[in-house]
C-alpha cells in the first residue's frame, strides 16, 4: 500500500467553524508533513511529526492545530480561519532520514467564507 | 537560509518540442528530488539523484546531478500532451536531524497540441 489519504477532499467552512483535516498512511512512514499550497505557488510546509513528536512547526498561526495520534494518523484541527487561509492543504509522509521521498495525499480543497 | 531556485517559472511549447528546467541550490545537496504536479492533482515523486554528476533516465525525461551538488536539470525530449504539469525540485535541509525538503517555486509546463 504506496497511499496516502486525506479527507475530506473539499471543506468549506465559516471564520467561526471548528473543522479537522484527517491524513492516514500506513506505509509504516513515521515523519509525516502538513502542507499549504496556494494556486501556482509550491507547497509551504506548514508542520513535521517524526516518531508522533511535532518537529517543526513554521510559525504557523495557533488557529491550526496539528495532531499525531499514532503513526498511521495525522490531523488538522482548525479554527476561527480567515479567507486568506483558503487554500490546497496537502499531507505527505516518508521514511525519516534524508534519503528518502515524500508521497503526497490528494489533499483537501478548503474554503473559508 | 538554504533556498532552492528554479527557472523558468514557466514553459511553452509545442508538441514534439524538447523542455528542460533547471534548479539551482545555495548549498551542496545530499540528493535532490523531482516532483511532477498535474494540474489539480497533487506532486508525485519522479526521482532522486544523489551522487556528484549522476544521469537518470525514465523513458524521455533525462535527470542531471551537477558535479558540484548544487544544480540539477530536468529535460524532457519531444513533449507529450501528457508531459502538461508543474515540475518542482526539491532539497532536504542540510541541518542536522531535520526532515524539512525545501522545494524550488517549480516550472509549469504547457504544451500545444
Known amino acids: 500500500d504506496t497511499e496516502v489519504t486525506q479527507t475530506p477532499k473539499h471543506l468549506v467552512m465559516g471564520m467561526t467553524n471548528k473543522k479537522s483535516l484527517k491524513c492516514e498512511q500506513h506505509?509504516?512512514?513515521?515523519?509525516m508533513y502538513w502542507y499549504k499550497q496556494k494556486a501556482k505557488k509550491p507547497p509551504e510546509l506548514m508542520f513535521v511529526?517524526?516518531?508522533?513528536?511535532?518537529?517543526i512547526n513554521e510559525s504557523v498561526p495557533s488557529r491550526f492545530s496539528p495532531e499525531c495520534p499514532n503513526s498511521s494518523l495525522l490531523n488538522l484541527h482548525l479554527h476561527a480561519l480567515q479567507p486568506e487561509d483558503s487554500a490546497l492543504y496537502l499531507c505527505?509522509?516518508?521514511?525519516?532520514?534524508?534519503?528518502?521521498?515524500?508521497?503526497f495525499g490528494p489533499g483537501t480543497r478548503l474554503t473559508v467564507t | 537560509g538554504q533556498q532552492v531556485m528554479q527557472i523558468p517559472q514557466y514553459q511553452h511549447v509545442q508538441e514534439g518540442e524538447d523542455f528542460t528546467t533547471y534548479c539551482n541550490s545555495s548549498?551542496?545537496?545530499?540528493?535532490i528530488q523531482w516532483y511532477k504536479q498535474r494540474p489539480g492533482g497533487h506532486p508525485v515523486f519522479l526521482i532522486q539523484?544523489?551522487?556528484?554528476?549522476e544521469v537518470k533516465k525514465q523513458k524521455r525525461l533525462t535527470f542531471q546531478f551537477g558535479e558540484a551538488k548544487k544544480n540539477s536539470s530536468l529535460h524532457i525530449t519531444a513533449t507529450q500532451t501528457t508531459d502538461v504539469g508543474t515540475y518542482f525540485c526539491?532539497?532536504?535541509?542540510?541541518?542536522?536531524?531535520?526532515?524539512?525538503?525545501?522545494f524550488g517555486k517549480g516550472t509549469k509546463l504547457t504544451v500545444n497540441p
Open positions: 505527505a509522509s516518508k521514511l525519516t532520514g534524508l534519503s528518502y521521498e515524500q508521497y
Open positions: 506505509m509504516g512512514h513515521r515523519a
Open positions: 511529526y517524526s516518531y508522533e513528536k511535532l518537529s
Open positions: 548549498t551542496t545537496l545530499s540528493n
Open positions: 539523484l544523489v551522487k556528484s554528476g
Open positions: 526539491a532539497g532536504p535541509l542540510e541541518k542536522g536531524g531535520s526532515e524539512k525538503l525545501v
